[in-house]
């Protein structure tokens, strides 16, 4: 589909980004953003957790605290600010037919709370309201590649355990076909180019 027939229909896509802590997922989000926009989409970045008042609390008490917060709690909290996300800045964009392209979304829930031994189908529940992606590409790194390139003061997710019991959980994902997988122990430029073919391919068909 052209970019004409595209911004005719009017119709938003919705994109999100999924992987270990420092998989790339920010820097190919934005990159993507910026790749779409050169040509002419109206592509818009956004995060999870959100940079409003929920999603503030949970990277101030939950992300950097020394010890980790019961998992149930971590579950109810981000599912609150994906309901802040989802009515307050996804559906509107959407319906001004933007491309949304989330770093982050709902598959983190169910892969780090999931990952802790929160059971998966209360997790989708409490998510009921969460809208599904028309795309959901997962970035596979190793797990030791990931935690040795987390340079700042780790959270309490970024263990090594953690991020392995966790891209178990993505896997699955990947496996049961609500992911799509990008190897992303390659280049940079690499990695982007796979993820905008795998755009670009969606939009044309």
Known sequence: MGRANWMAKKRGLFICIEGLDASGKTTHARRL??????RG?????????????IGNFIRRHVLQRERRVPSVIEALLFAVDRVEHVEGKIKPALEEGKIVVSDRYLYS???YQG???IDLNWIEEINR?????????????????AVKRIR??????????????VREVYMRLVEN?????????KPIGEVA?????????????
Request: a negative charge; glycine letters at 6%; aromatic letters at 6%.
């Open 152 to 165: 700042r003061r780790r959270s309490v997710m970024e263990t090594l355990q953690t991020q392995q019991r």
């Open 193 to 205: 180019t796979d993820i905008l073919a795998l755009v670009l391919d969606f939009l044309k068909n």
């Open 109 to 111: 829930s169910l892969a």
């Open 115 to 117: 990952a802790a031994g």
């Open 33 to 38: 953003v910026r790749e779409l926009r050169q």
């Open 177 to 185: 076909g609500r992911l799509i997988v990008v190897d992303g122990d």
């Open 129 to 145: 309201h969460a809208i599904r992606p028309d795309l959901a590409i997962y970035i596979d790194v190793p797990p030791e590649v």
């Open 41 to 53: 989409f109206d592509a818009i970045y956004t995060t999870e957790p959100t940079s409003g008042e």
